[in-house]
């Protein structure tokens, strides 16, 4: 096995020259990225330079112009509708509008896709989310309805829920946006735990330096839809590129 297997079968994600947009006008030009077993990546960069576009086209919410992506080593560009769901139910997603339905209970929210994707009895399905909610140390607010929680748990909710299938990779478009520092920080430790305990891959686009200096172990940098840099945490930090030193230097 020569080195670029190697990577490729570390690789949870892999971007190869993508180039996408909305109608006329190009958002992501010919980016090149991967994101490893067992590890946090955080995908960077101001305002507007396409770090949510391309999280969406991980789980194909968008087609891509030109270039391929590569979830789990399978090309999901080339793939039917059949075969990508299947493959979608190994990825969880927690979206800063990813709401919890409000009619239903923290653990009736929890349940849902395990209603949806399996036929698992319902006494197995009530003891996997009471598993779940207890992995988010919230067991004590499983009959609370979404309004009657916290920002930070109902995050913690909407995360249980986004694992309740026991997904691989989690990808999370600014997670802790909105919460104040301590409340950032335990989702933080709540995520890396994820990753140390569970083994799961994280992909996460965040805004706030403090919290990516905390859990990034991989780091990829966009400017205006081009990826400026990828690399490690550290390596980003003394990349000598202004954009990232002064990115890193507001945390
Ligand atoms: N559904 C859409 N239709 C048309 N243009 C869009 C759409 N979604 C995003 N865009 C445009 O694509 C570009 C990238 O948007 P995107 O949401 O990916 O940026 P972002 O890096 O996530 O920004 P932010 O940090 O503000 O969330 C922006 O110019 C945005 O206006
Ligand atoms: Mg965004």
Redesign the pocket.
Known sequence: MDQQDRTMNLAMVRVQDLTS???E?E?LKEITMSARRERITAIL??????????LKHFIRLYQPWRGSIHLFGHDITAMDENEFNRLLHKVGVLFQNGALLNSMSVAENVAIPLEQHTDLPREIISRLVQVKLGLMGLNYASERLPSELSGGMRKRAALARALALDPPLLLC??PTSGLDPITTASLDELIVKLRDQLGITVIT?S?DVASIQRIAEHVVF?DK?RLLFEGSLAQAKKSGIQLIEEFFAKG
């Open positions: 947009g909305y109608e006008s958002v960069g101001a305002s507007g330079c396409g770090k949510t576009t391309l478009d600014e686009v805004h966009l839809g």
